[in-house]
């Protein structure tokens, strides 16, 4: 299968940031096999099972969300200003989550990522194999870790029972062409030390990623100066943690010395960074700033509905560039197109999936946003990438590819409903709606 995408303003994203304004893209099955010029089109035989005219739309490599929780559509708008809405709302009606409820949150959250130009993610929640399935009926591509947490939990009634969980996940999700089984403890203080030290033996068994909430919550911190006088991450390091594949979200309160151990991992340890999440609950501006120069890894996050409250990444890259900027009282500081690449191939590197996704560029995945410009508010545009982080919305996007397949056209998802899939979530929802409303 063929499908050519033309007269685009492409943005490759790569190295170079090489962009064409009126370019093509062949995909050849899943991957990209052309890129050039339309005016080559006239001299460059390219036969093509189908055309697609991309009417001056801006064509992107699909956005990765580094950090959500697919399962938590229920949450979202519940208890919004309350300071403490973990341990009133979360906690508690967690125990209400089904798997049914998961798949189906799933297949919704899938759905509001697919239609605001998102093609890989990474999750961490419970049921995570439903959250497996969900992405391959979705056709998503997804990095997905089922929580380890030292409490019970609704599908373990035994404190950390989520690590067995993660053993069975990741023996029946290896090799997969879409789905990639990571291994997703909480935080490192809601996990006792000892299983801490049994998930770096369990990566290295499986060669399986780890991702973990990491130096987010104040009580964290003051919890490893007070037991262990170390950082979160300085504990970490000493349990073998920054010698595995490592995506940590947040890191919102690091000093210079967790930044340099982050630095001398070499790329191994990557931040998940979800500004939307962190400024909505108060809890500070991660130094991406500082980041970035040590040469760190940097993806951009939406953290779950329940958190961030919206799964795309419009919304992040706008609020990325206001909160940074202010905080640092620099209008210049990062340039639009750095903000898109953090959303990008940022975003691929964050996630370990740079060598297939992220950039457009010959021999990767077509995986593929494409915005259109003819809405109102994208006119005029001078600078693609400005109108990108100032301008566009997730409603401007209007075609998304995965892995060569057309999963969104003219706006709307090619081969599932959003209405039936909403009205699926709440049939789910009844118990957990009835629950919510006595709190």
């Keep these: 299968m063929k499908t050519l995408i033309k007269n685009v303003h492409l943005l490759s994203m790569d190295k170079q940031f090489s962009e064409i304004k009126k370019g093509y893209v062949l995909i050849e099955d899943h991957l990209i096999a052309k890129i050039g010029s339309v005016s080559e089109?006239?001299?460059?035989?390219?036969?093509?099972?189908?055309?697609?005219?991309?009417?001056?739309?801006?064509?992107?490599?699909?956005?990765?969300?580094?950090?959500?929780?697919?399962?938590m559509i229920p949450f979202r708008s519940l208890g919004d200003d309350v300071p403490d809405r973990l341990r009133r709302f979360l906690f508690p009606l967690?125990?209400?989550?089904?798997?049914?409820?998961?798949?189906?949150?799933?297949?919704?959250?899938?759905?509001?990522?697919?239609?605001?130009?998102?093609?890989?993610?990474?999750?961490m929640y419970y049921f995570e194999d439903e959250v497996a399935k969900s992405c391959k009926e979705m056709g998503i591509r997804a990095l997905?870790?089922?929580?380890?947490?030292?409490?019970?939990?609704?599908?373990?009634?035994?404190?950390?029972?989520?690590?067995?969980?993660?053993?069975?996940?990741?023996?029946?999700?290896?090799?997969?062409?879409?789905?990639?089984?990571?291994?997703?403890?909480?935080?490192?203080?809601?996990?006792?030390?000892?299983?801490l030290k049994k998930i770096v033996v369990l990566s290295e068994k499986y060669n399986a990623p780890i991702t973990m909430h990491v130096s987010e919550m104040t009580y964290e911190i003051t919890e490893f100066q007070e037991k262990y006088n170390q950082t979160p991450i300085e504990f970490l390091q000493s349990l073998g943690y920054f010698e595995r594949e490592f995506i940590l979200a947040h890191c919102i309160l690091v000093n210079d010395h967790d930044l340099k151990i982050l630095e001398e991992s070499k790329g191994k340890a990557r931040v998940a960074h979800c500004i939307g999440a962190n400024t909505k609950s108060a809890k500070g501006i991660a130094p991406v700033k500082k980041m970035i120069e040590r040469n760190i890894i940097v993806g951009l996050g939406t953290d779950g509905p329940s958190s961030g409250n919206t799964l795309d990444l419009f919304s992040q890259m706008r609020l990325f560039a206001n909160s940074h900027k202010t905080y640092h009282q620099d209008r210049a500081l990062f340039p639009?197109?750095?903000?898109?690449?953090?959303?990008?191939?940022?975003?691929?590197?964050t996630l370990g999936l740079a060598k297939q996704v992220g950039s457009i560029e010959i021999g990767k995945k077509a995986d593929l946003t494409l915005i259109e410009t003819e809405s109102v508010n994208m006119f005029p545009i001078f600078d693609p990438y400005s109108a990108i982080v100032y301008s566009a919305n997730a409603s401007n996007v209007e075609s998304v590819w995965v892995n060569g397949e057309q999963l969104v056209r003219d706006k709307k998802m090619v081969y599932h409903k959003l209405d039936k899939i909403r009205e699926s979530l709440y049939r789910e929802m009844r118990e957990f709606v009835i629950e919510a409303k006595k709190r």
Aim: aromatic share 6%.
């Design 41 to 71: 089109l006239d001299s460059v035989t390219i036969s093509a099972d189908k055309v697609i005219d991309g009417r001056n739309g801006i064509l992107i490599p699909g956005m990765v969300n580094t950090h959500t929780h697919a399962g």
């Design 94 to 123: 967690e125990q209400f989550m089904t798997k049914e409820l998961v798949k189906a949150s799933s297949d919704y959250a899938i759905a509001e990522m697919l239609l605001s130009g998102v093609t890989s993610f990474c999750d």
């Design 336 to 349: 639009a197109r750095e903000i898109v690449r953090l959303a990008t191939i940022g975003g691929a590197e």
């Design 144 to 195: 997905v870790g089922e929580t380890i947490i030292d409490m019970p939990t609704c599908d373990s009634p035994q404190p950390s029972g989520g690590y067995d969980y993660c053993e069975m996940f990741l023996k029946k999700w290896q090799n997969d062409p879409l789905v990639t089984p990571i291994i997703a403890p909480h935080a490192p203080n809601t996990n006792t030390p000892e299983v």
